[in-house]
């Protein structure tokens, strides 16, 4: 079964500094993995994803994440965090969504960023 | 432009009363999905539709009903039957072959 934990449920950062945003996931097969943000009272647009190619993915705005299998880890980083990226940040895993099936996400990290 | 539309934006319901959220796309994709967001909770799974005329149940389907008699469109009815309905409601849809799930701006539903 696939399974996806957001290990902070608030990361608070100050402008400037790194933004790191941890994610452990589990399943059976390869996975696909998937970072989407969210800004307050709307949809869900995707950052960036994981399908089995480069492990460093890079995504829009700056952000990158690294899949890790040894760790099963897919931490999402920003080298600098800019005041428009506070907002609520989900990892996602699915095992085949070439096939249409769902996405599991997890709980979701609210960044806060601070001037 | 291609997208996915929901609506109302904004929807209050009575207690014992059905409502239904639109979800429309003109993106041609063939898989769409029904989810439930709650503070703290992430997006759970209503239902979800891989073909037109057949939808499955998610992890928390009791008290939701849908329909899928068009490719472009996966309404979603909140039926008296479901006991806590007030919630952010987001509609997703992805074409066969692709990785990529395009989301609605998503539905606030309120029981008044």
């Known amino acids: 079964a696939q399974s996806v934990t957001q290990l902070d449920s608030h990361v608070s950062v100050s402008e400037g500094t790194p933004v790191l945003l941890r994610c452990n996931y589990s399943s059976s097969y390869s996975p696909s993995l998937f970072w989407y943000v969210q800004h307050p009272n709307k949809g869900l647009q995707l950052l960036l994803k994981y399908t089995s190619a480069a492990t460093l993915v890079k995504g829009i705005n700056g952000f990158e994440a690294e899949f890790k299998k040894s760790e099963t880890s897919f931490h999402l980083t920003k080298p600098s965090a800019h005041m428009s990226d506070a907002a609520e940040y989900f990892c996602v895993v699915s095992d085949a969504p070439k096939a249409g099936t769902a996405l599991i996400f997890g709980k979701g990290t609210t960044l806060s960023v601070s001037s | 432009d291609g997208g996915i539309t929901q609506s109302p934006k904004y929807l209050f319901r009575k207690e014992g009363q059905n409502v239904t959220l639109s979800c429309e796309q003109n993106?041609?994709?063939?898989?769409m999905y029904w989810y439930r967001q709650d503070p703290g909770q992430g997006l759970r799974l209503i239902y979800y539709s891989q073909i037109v005329n057949d939808f499955q149940k998610g992890d928390i389907a009791e008290g939701y009903s849908v329909s899928r008699e068009k490719k472009e469109s996966f309404p979603l009815t909140v039926t008296s039957a479901q006991k806590n309905p007030t919630a952010f409601y987001l509609c997703a849809s992805i074409s066969r072959g692709d990785y990529g799930y395009t989301f609605g701006s998503g539905t606030r539903l309120t029981v008044v």
């Open positions: 993106l041609n994709h063939d898989a």
